[in-house]
């Protein structure tokens, strides 16, 4: 992961040239200026074939597909995930957790695996449970070795391994009663009693604990050896020693097993209800091998910071990236209508009226007194050309003919022969389906009664594309019914002549009455119209 936080500059759905290279300029652009943030150009699907023919000649790769920008595990999770082996002493967890302010810690196999949680309510019950009879290991053995580190004691006789199940006595008594109570293979706290200590060996005590880091003497410890009991000093007195050997047991003991694991890629609204389900209200992250890679809890869900998003080349909800209305939109550069993105606090919005794009990117390059990387000034050119059809559309502007005259001298090519040679390669359609053509670069349209439009748009060269009218017509009623349109249009756009046929199928007459005409053969003629954003959709919208 990048330290950088990430914006994601991407353009519309069903992307076209313009969308495409916008997002790899202005990324491009605003890294450079703007060096505190990682600017990435992202893409919301399949480019079409004329984009890709860009995209060979230019030599810059595609954008990363965005699927959406919601938030994911990943996103909010602390991954700085502490973890404890399953054997570590439950003082251990305890500390760490302390340390640093956590309510739970995930324990781990020694391959690193998760198998379990130790939160502060499994030590809350320890406690309770405790102090409701007699201190025992008799379900959880502890070892030697576990008790000295601890303690941060020493071990005079015995040796790490052994492990003991008995009872935990502090040796509060008389040497004459100890003997009506204690059984072989206890553990007991003594301070610095010979007789006492001698007692304690002669019933079969497991492990002698002598208190207050005073050495017993030479013949106690030379019984001890004679009868396997190890004897260990610790430097506390005997209330905190004898605490302390309690927290000594292994943490399995005490965690809760099974808990609530989820994948760093999930989203975040797909785990809400599962995390406030679980007591400790939180899930652990984990990898495919199941080792923890991170820990979400309640707090993370609550007020995450959304994904950051800059829009190119639209403005529309319905044409944006999936979750587009929960994530922070910083700027947005476009040449269409004002859309329906909302935003929580004053951004940068550009809405200039002119042919393309990438007409706005590389004029902001020129202001800066900045270059566009070649690759990216072809991509840039190829967009302005696509979107004003080698600068003939009625949206060319003064501005679209300089930004081409300045990046025909950058890239020492003649727009002309650049354009003609990229519709060429790019417009033959009759390899696509009817299917393909109408969806590949639809467009939706929200009307005023909350109802959906589409606007699908084909440039071709000459009309030969009509005489597959009816195939046309059964994919844009597909279309229609698929998304519960109203109804579904397709501009069959003759990039030569400078016209359109449009179809339609749907409840088309709101089209009929934009256009003042029924059409003739289920086909409406708008001669001189080859723009959908300047030419179609302003009428359309008016009425609808
Ligand atoms: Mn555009």
Request: net charge negative; proline share 4%; aromatic share 4%.
């Amino acid at each position: 992961m990048s330290a950088l936080p990430h914006v994601y500059v991407t353009g519309h759905k069903n992307p076209d040239t313009d969308t495409i290279a916008s997002a790899i300029g202005y990324a491009e652009f605003k890294n450079l200026v703007d060096p505190e943030n990682h600017y990435v150009a992202a893409r919301l699907g399949d480019v079409n074939s004329q984009t890709e023919w860009a995209l060979e000649k230019s030599g810059v790769e595609q954008p990363t597909l965005l699927d959406h920008i919601m938030l994911r595990v990943k996103d909010v999770m602390a991954s700085d995930v502490a973890v404890a082996n399953k054997n570590d002493p439950l003082r251990k967890v305890g500390l760490m957790m302390a340390k640093r302010n956590i309510s739970q810690l995930p324990i781990v196999e020694n391959d690193g695996s998760l198998t379990g949680i130790i939160t502060e309510r499994n030590l809350a019950r320890m406690y309770v449970r405790e102090s409701r009879g007699a201190s025992t290991f008799a379900d959880s053995p502890v070892s030697v070795g576990a008790m000295v580190e601890v303690l941060e004691g020493e071990l005079l006789v015995g040796d790490v391994d052994m492990e003991f199940k008995g009872q935990l006595w502090v040796i509060s008594m008389s040497v004459d009663s100890m003997g009506k109570s204690m059984e072989p293979g206890d553990v007991v706290v003594i301070g610095d009693r010979q007789t006492g200590q001698r007692r304690a060996i002669e019933l079969g005590a497991g492990v002698l604990v002598v208190s207050n880091g005073i050495r017993p003497g030479e013949e106690v410890l030379e019984i001890a050896r004679e009868r396997g009991t190890a004897v260990v000093i610790s430097p506390l007195d005997s209330y905190v020693t004898s605490r302390l050997i309690q927290l000594s047991v292994p943490c399995w003991e005490v965690m809760s097993e099974n808990p609530l694991t989820v994948n760093p890629d999930d989203l975040l609204t797909e785990i809400t209800e599962q995390v406030m389900e679980v007591h400790y209200r939180a899930a652990i992250a984990v990898d495919d091998r199941n080792v923890p890679m991170g820990v979400v809890t309640r707090t993370d869900l609550l007020n995450p910071k959304p994904r950051r998003v800059l829009l190119v080349d639209h403005a529309e909800i319905g044409q944006s990236v999936a979750g587009v209305e929960k994530a922070d939109v910083v700027e947005i550069l476009d040449h269409h209508h004002v859309g329906d993105i909302e935003t929580n606090s004053p951004i940068p919005a550009t809405f200039d009226p002119v042919g393309s794009t990438a007409t706005l990117i590389v004029e902001r390059y020129r202001a800066s007194g900045l270059d566009p990387e070649e690759s990216t000034a072809t991509m840039l050119l190829a967009a302005l050309l696509s979107d004003t059809v080698i600068l003939n559309s009625p949206t060319t502007t003064d501005r679209d003919l300089e930004v081409a005259r300045y990046l025909e001298e950058v890239l020492d090519l003649d727009a002309n022969e650049f354009g003609t040679e990229m519709f060429g390669a790019s417009s033959d359609v009759s390899s696509l389906s009817a299917e393909e053509i109408v969806i590949r670069d639809a467009k939706e349209y929200g009307t005023s009664s909350g109802e959906k439009v589409s606007v699908s748009q084909v440039e071709t060269v000459g009309n030969g594309l009509l005489e597959r009218k009816d195939e046309l017509l059964e994919a844009l009623e597909e279309m229609k019914g698929e998304n519960s349109y109203l109804f579904s249009a397709l501009m069959v756009t003759d990039i030569m002549e400078g016209g359109t046929q449009l179809l339609c199928v749907g409840d088309c007459s709101s089209v009929h009455q934009a256009f003042d005409s029924r059409g003739k053969n289920g086909i409406i003629d708008l001669p001189g119209v080859m723009s959908r954003k300047k030419q179609v959709a302003p009428v359309l919208l008016s009425v609808l």
